[in-house]
C-alpha cells in the first residue's frame, strides 16, 4: 500500500455507518419478530392444551357418568326381571351389556385416558371393571334362578342365561327357595357392598382424573404464564429498540442534516458529527470550504488590495466613501502626493520608483493606527482615513506626517530623498463630496507651499 493511501485512510473519520445502523435494526427487528411469533406459537399450543384438557375432563366424568348409569341400569333390568319374569327386561340387560356397552366403553376410554398418568388410579379401575364384571355374573345367575324357578321358557331368554350353569344343590331347590335365593342376590348385602365398593373405586378414578387434570392445567398455567412474560419482555424490547432506533436516527441522520442545513445557510463549515457518512461528507465538504474560502480571501485581496504596496486599492476606497457618508463619528480624510516621484522614475527606473511607493506604504501602516484605513488610490497618490479623530487632535496626525517625512529626508543605502505632500480635512456628519474638494485643496495648498508637509483645511 503507497504512503498516499496509507495518509488517507488515517484522515477518514471515525463514527458508526448507516449501513450498520440499518443492518442492526433490521436484524434485530426480524430476531424479536420470530421470537413474538414462537412465542405467539407457544401460547397458542398451550391454549388448545387447555382446552383438550378441558374436554378430556369433561369427557372423563361422563365417563364415569356411563360407568355408573350403566352399572345401575343392569340392576335395575335384572331386578325388574326377577320382580315380573317379563323377558323384555332380560333382553334390555343384554342389549346393554352386549351391544349400548356403556359401561365397558367408559371403563376402556378411562384406561387409555389414564394410561401414561397414574398407576394407582388404573389399578383402581381395573379393579371396578373386575368387580362389574362379578357383578353381571351373579346378575345373571340371579336372572337364570328366576327364570326355573318361574318355570320360564328358557328358549325365549337371552343365550346367556340359557347357558348359565346352576349348581346341583340350586336344582334340587323348590321354585319359592329358588325365587328367594335369586331375589337374595340382586337385593341382599352383598350385592349392595360390591355396588358401593364399585362406585367408591369409580370416585377415587373420578378424584384421580381432577387431580391428572389440575396437575395438567397447573402446568400448562406455568408454561403459559412463563411464555406471555416472556411476550411481555420481547413487546417491551421491541418498544426498546424502536426508541433506541429513534434516538440512533436523531442522533446520528437527523441532527447532522440540520445541523448542516443551518451551516450552509449561514455559510460556516460543518460540524464534524454523525454517523461515518455525515463526518465524511463534513470532513469532504470542509476541506472544499477551507480552499474555497481561501481562494476568495485571494481574490477579495486582489479585488481590493493594490498589488504592488498591498494597501487598500481605489477600489475599496470608493467603498469606504459609501460607508463614511452614515458614520456619525468624526473623522480625518488625508490625500498622499509623492513629490517629485516622476523625477525618481526617471533618474533612478522604475524599479526604484516602486521600491519609493513600498516605503511611503510601509511607514504611512507604521505610523497610523490599525483602526485607519491606508489607501494607494493612483500612481503616486495615497489616501487614509483616520477614524475616530477630534479636530482638536489634529497635532496628532501632523506628528505622524512629519515623523514620516523626517524618514523620507534621511534614507539609508542607495535611497534616494523625496517627500509627502498632504491635505486633511475633518468631518463630524460623515462623508461627503465637499470633503474631499476639501482634502484636495488643502492638498494643492501644501505642494502650492514648497511641498514636503501638510496642509489643514479650513473654511
Same mark, same amino acid.
Given at each position: ?107 376402556q ?6 394410561e ?53 344343590e ?24 360390591m ?23 397447573? =402446568? ?26 429513534y ?14 442545513? =443551518? ?12 454517523a ?36 487598500? =486599492? ?31 522614475n ?77 491635505g ?33 483645511f479650513?473654511?
Amino acid at each position: 500500500m503507497s504512503k498516499e493511501k496509507t495518509e488517507r485512510r488515517k484522515d477518514l473519520p471515525r463514527g458508526i455507518r448507516i449501513r450498520t445502523i440499518s443492518i442492526w435494526i433490521v436484524a434485530s427487528t426480524i430476531l424479536v419478530s420470530v421470537l413474538i411469533l414462537f412465542g405467539i406459537r407457544s401460547v397458542m399450543n398451550h391454549y388448545h392444551e387447555l382446552i383438550n384438557m378441558t374436554s378430556e375432563y369433561i369427557h372423563s366424568q361422563n365417563n364415569i357418568m356411563d360407568m355408573s348409569l350403566g352399572s345401575r341400569y343392569l340392576t335395575e333390568q335384572t331386578r325388574f326381571y326377577i320382580i315380573t319374569g317379563d323377558s323384555t327386561y332380560a333382553d334390555a340387560y343384554f342389549t346393554e351389556a352386549d351391544v349400548t356397552r356403556r359401561r365397558d366403553n367408559a371403563l376402556q376410554e378411562m384406561s387409555a385416558y389414564l394410561e401414561d398418568t397414574d398407576d394407582a388410579s388404573l389399578n383402581l379401575l381395573a379393579d371396578a371393571l373386575r368387580l362389574s364384571n362379578e357383578l353381571m355374573d351373579v346378575e345373571i345367575h340371579a336372572m337364570k334362578l328366576a327364570a326355573v324357578s318361574a318355570n320360564a321358557d328358557l328358549t325365549s331368554l337371552p343365550s346367556k342365561i340359557q347357558d348359565y350353569p346352576l349348581s346341583e344343590e340350586e336344582l334340587q331347590l323348590d321354585p319359592q327357595k329358588k325365587a328367594d335365593a335369586a331375589y337374595q342376590l340382586v337385593f341382599g348385602p352383598a350385592y349392595i357392598e360390591m355396588q358401593q365398593k364399585i362406585e367408591a373405586q369409580l370416585q377415587s378414578v373420578s378424584d384421580s382424573v381432577i387431580l391428572v387434570c389440575s396437575q395438567r392445567q397447573e =402446568n400448562s398455567h406455568v408454561s403459559m404464564s412463563r411464555v406471555l412474560n416472556q411476550q411481555l419482555f420481547y413487546t417491551l424490547l421491541v418498544v426498546a429498540l424502536v426508541v433506541l432506533a429513534y434516538v440512533m436516527i436523531a442522533v446520528l441522520i437527523l441532527k447532522p442534516i440540520r445541523l448542516y442545513i =443551518n451551516s450552509i445557510e449561514n455559510n460556516d463549515a460543518l460540524q464534524i458529527t454523525g454517523a461515518y457518512e455525515f463526518r465524511y461528507l463534513a470532513i469532504t465538504y470542509n476541506n472544499i470550504y477551507e480552499m474555497a474560502a481561501a481562494q476568495q480571501s485571494i481574490l477579495r485581496r486582489k479585488a481590493e488590495n493594490d498589488a504592488l504596496t498591498g494597501l487598500l =486599492n481605489r477600489a475599496s476606497f470608493e467603498q469606504m466613501k459609501t460607508r463614511l457618508r452614515d458614520l456619525s463619528q468624526p473623522f480625518a480624510l488625508l490625500l498622499i502626493d509623492v513629490d517629485v516621484f516622476k523625477s525618481i522614475n526617471d533618474t533612478y527606473g522604475h524599479e526604484m520608483g516602486d521600491k519609493a511607493l513600498i516605503r511611503v506604504a510601509n511607514l504611512l501602516k507604521e505610523n497610523f493606527r490599525s483602526t485607519d484605513h491606508v489607501f494607494r488610490i493612483g500612481g503616486d497618490e495615497f489616501a487614509v482615513v483616520v477614524t475616530p479623530i477630534q479636530v482638536e487632535n489634529q497635532n496628532i496626525i501632523s506628528e505622524k506626517i512629519d515623523n514620516i517625512n523626517h524618514a523620507l529626508q534621511n534614507p539609508t543605502g542607495d535611497f534616494p530623498r523625496y517627500s509627502l505632500s498632504v491635505g486633511i480635512a475633518f468631518s463630524s456628519d460623515g462623508y461627503t463630496d465637499e470633503l474631499f474638494r476639501q482634502a484636495d485643496k488643502a492638498l494643492y495648498h501644501t505642494k502650492e507651499n514648497g511641498r514636503c508637509g501638510y496642509t489643514f483645511f479650513t473654511t
